[in-house]
């Protein structure tokens, strides 16, 4: 039997035409920590790809995507089982494998001093590309990219989407057998994510290229051949995303809030219900994935308190949380306060006040004549793609970056004049981690604890409070920099608020993050919001924008709108048999904004 009938995905990868490119046959694979404690990375996985294909690993963070691809590269060898890439044994001939695989790792190496062109005739050079052949491949990966006006550009100067294309472009200065790519969408902004997708499935579809791509964002796999789910070093499920997301069928609702009631709200009390397994905001509605699929007589479920739901197609991730139902993860609870919460400001009273707010980097304007305000309670988030200043804007309102000219109040100071007393009231958590990668988790809750001026029991209380809140006490000897993705993003958002500040910073913090992840993320954003603390955040998944009371929306450096979810979704130009969502509203808005001046997505990083 072939490898997705074993791992209950069916039959669906014998349609698929030509050879396996991949074949992984039991393969296991474990890591021994600092602390002796052996973490078993990968656990019997068996997987096949065939030529020509595009093969999506879809999975949680610490779901093993990134070890496996790394198995696959010849980079690591299994403890057990084989793996065929190309025809050839990735442990025994792993440079024949090298020779024929294109390998793009979440963090792909351009150099940012060199241009365009430079990063391509690098990697030309180490690839022995001949330079007859250069010609013809450059033209055609600067075609491909939409690089080619950018040629002279230093890499650096380049937007976050722009990285990811010439970094492919990179890898595809020579024609490999399987084109390798991991995670290649973290931190990019939907019209770039968009562009970059369109660029992979031309690879295979008019090029023949075989291509296995991992990714954290499950709505990415259900445009591709094959899709293999990942789960704690498991394979969970694999076959054709079609048969993944028919797992849940008749499971699928969406539900409508009641009057008075928001997105986010409705969310929460629907969490709370035994007969939910999943629910996420969805275009003003709530949508919800039942534990059990109804009585086909039965009809949707009705919305606990009020509401009415209607029946939907299931979708990838949908699919995907029922398989996770059978594990034995389960979701953390929202509440992160143990004792009383501090005293707050006055709800709706304004937390931060930005007027004509203008940045710039010698001749590049970063921030141009940004406005907006904020009030005491509310989530507010700035949207836009990767360049658009969000990053430029948040260090000023976080008193670590001077504005050039403009009125910056937050927390009731001037930032132009009393930046130090601002930052005592406000939490920050930047879009990279940023704590001390070689201390410990509980060393860097120490050191910040102590940053914010809390001592003795005042301190101990909050740390063990961090550690209990955020499920951090078994990792609280490992030094940082070995935790997971998704637990970084814990101990950087418990660091931030150990000194309870009225306003929290969120720049990205849920980038890479799995559904899952970003659903216990935002269950504790909630909880903090109910208590009166101030949340600003900026987020390349337009989904987490339903969450948000306001919205801003930014691009090259200008506010193009600003409104609640409801009033962004008016602005969306959707499919005609659709609602609006709140990612269609961002398109629109950013290319009619671009289109009115005469752009493209070649604005430098800010």
Request: glycine share 10%; with cysteine; charged share 25%.
């Amino acid at each position: 039997p072939r490898a997705a009938e074993r791992a209950g995905g069916g039959t669906a990868a014998m349609s698929l035409s030509g050879e396996d490119v991949l074949v992984v046959h039991d393969v296991r694979k474990a890591f021994r920590r600092s602390t002796g404690e052996t973490v078993q990375a990968l656990d019997g996985v068996s997987v096949e790809a065939r030529s020509g294909t595009l093969t999506v690993l879809a999975g949680p963070d610490g779901a093993g995507k990134t070890t496996l691809i790394r198995l696959v590269a010849g980079l690591l060898a299994p403890d057990e089982g084989s793996l065929q890439v190309a025809g050839f044994d990735a442990v025994r001939a792993p440079q024949e494998v090298q020779d024929r695989i294109g390998y793009m790792p979440q963090r792909f190496g351009l150099y940012d001093d060199l241009s365009v062109r430079e990063n391509l005739d690098l990697y030309a050079d180490l690839h022995g590309v001949v330079a007859s052949e250069r010609r013809r491949r450059y033209e055609q990966l600067l075609a491909m990219t939409g690089l080619e006006p950018f040629q002279s550009r230093p890499a650096g100067r380049l937007s976050g989407g722009m990285k990811q294309k010439l970094g492919l472009a990179c890898t595809l200065v020579r024609s490999p057998k399987l084109l390798i790519l991991d995670e290649p969408t973290v931190g990019v902004d939907p019209l770039s994510r968009r562009e970059l997708w369109e660029i992979v499935r031309r690879l295979v579809r008019e090029e023949g290229h075989s291509v296995l791509v991992s990714t954290s964002y499950l709505d990415e796999a259900e445009s591709c051949d094959h899709a293999v789910v990942l789960y704690a070093g498991r394979v969970l499920a694999q076959g054709a995303p079609r048969d993944i997301m028919a797992r849940a069928a008749g499971r699928t609702f969406l539900a409508e809030p009641a009057a008075g009631e928001n997105a986010r709200q409705l969310q929460a009390r629907l969490l709370a219900d035994s007969g939910v397994l999943h629910a996420v905001p969805q275009g003003g509605r709530v949508r919800v994935v039942s534990t059990a699929a109804p009585h086909p007589d039965a009809g949707p479920p009705a919305v606990p308190a009020g509401g009415a739901a209607t029946g939907a197609p299931p979708r990838f991730e949908d699919g995907f949380m029922v398989l996770l139902s059978g594990t034995a993860r389960a979701p953390s609870p929202a509440a992160l306060e143990a004792e009383a919460a501090p005293p707050r400001p006055t709800a709706g009273e304004v937390a931060v006040e930005v007027r004509d707010l203008v940045r710039t980097f010698g001749t590049f304007t970063a921030v141009d004549h940004v406005s907006f305000e904020v009030r005491h309670g509310e989530i507010f988030g700035l949207l836009g793609p990767n360049g658009a200043g969000k990053t430029t804007t948040f260090r000023m309102l976080c008193g670590l970056l001077p504005a050039t000219s403009g009125t910056l109040h937050v927390a009731g100071a001037n930032l132009r004049t009393a930046r130090a007393s601002a930052r005592q009231r406000i939490g920050y958590v930047a879009q990279k981690f940023s704590l001390y990668g070689q201390l410990s988790v509980l060393e860097n809750l120490d050191f910040y604890a102590r940053a914010y001026g809390l001592r003795g029991r005042r301190k101990q209380e909050r740390i063990a409070w961090a550690l209990t809140n955020f499920e951090l006490e078994a990792l609280a000897r490992l030094p940082s920099a070995r935790l997971p993705g998704g637990y970084q993003q814990r101990l950087s958002m418990a660091a931030a608020l150990l000194h309870e500040p009225d306003i929290l910073f969120l720049d990205e913090a849920t980038s890479g993050a799995d559904p899952l992840a970003r659903r216990e993320f935002w269950n504790r954003i909630n909880t903090l919001a109910e208590r009166g603390v101030t949340v600003i955040v900026t987020t390349h998944v337009m989904e987490e924008a339903e969450y948000c009371d306001r919205a801003a929306i930014l691009d090259a450096g200008v506010l193009l709108a600003e409104g609640t979810p409801s009033e962004l979704r008016r602005r969306a130009r959707p499919a005609p048999d659709r609602q609006p969502t709140i990612e269609d509203a961002f398109l629109a808005i950013v290319e009619d904004a671009r289109r009115d001046r005469g752009g493209g997505d070649g604005w430098p990083a800010a």
